[in-house]
């Protein structure tokens, strides 16, 4: 099920992307979009910091398997990669194959509870140290993102220095398969 192309928060009672559940509120996998002037307007969970995000991006609802801090990039749960593909946890590998990449949290959601994750687009990220604009990333251990060269292992480009927006942060531009 799709929300059609462009994703208005009223269709989920106001509360955006950033609603969680715990029960399953939409089939998992329910894909959204969210329109790039929303976008620009994204804010850190602070409620203050604006983000710097621009364009279109695309959410997808999952089960976190284990609980998810937001900003943390999320894989298919290692127990069900044969069988299922949106039962997330956060990242627990370094390069983690990109088939096994579902996106990056944007909020925390608990265990066994359900929200949305962007997909596809410019989010922000738990970045590892080092981490620079212009570098391609994949995935490392504890949900970040870092440098990566290995092929089928890159999920995106880092568009800014580790720390910005926000401490520990980067924003980054995200291309799963």
Not at 30 to 45: I, L, M, P, W
Not at 46 to 54: A, I, M, V, Y
Not at 79 to 108: K, P, Y
């Amino acid at each position: 099920m799709a929300l059609g192309n462009q994703f208005k928060s009223a269709e989920l009672g106001g509360s955006g992307f950033s609603a969680t559940y715990t029960t399953e509120q939409y089939p998992v996998g329910t894909v959204a979009y969210q329109s790039a002037d929303e976008v620009v307007a994204a804010v850190h969970t602070d409620g203050t910091t604006n983000l710097g995000l621009k364009g279109d991006r695309q959410f997808i609802f999952v089960q976190a398997i284990a609980a998810i801090a937001a900003y943390e990039c999320c894989i298919v749960s290692a127990a069900d990669t044969a069988t299922a593909s949106f039962g997330v946890i956060r990242s627990d590998a370094t390069d983690d194959v990109e088939m096994d990449v579902v996106g990056i949290a944007q909020n925390a959601i608990a265990i066994n509870s359900y929200g949305w994750i962007v997909s596809h687009g410019e989010c922000v990220a738990n970045g590892a140290s080092g981490l620079a604009a212009g570098e391609e990333v994949g995935t490392l251990a504890g949900g970040l993102v870092e440098g990566s060269t290995t092929a089928g292992a890159r999920i995106g480009k880092c568009l800014s220095a580790l720390n910005t927006p926000v401490t520990g942060t980067v924003r980054i531009r995200l291309r799963l398969p």
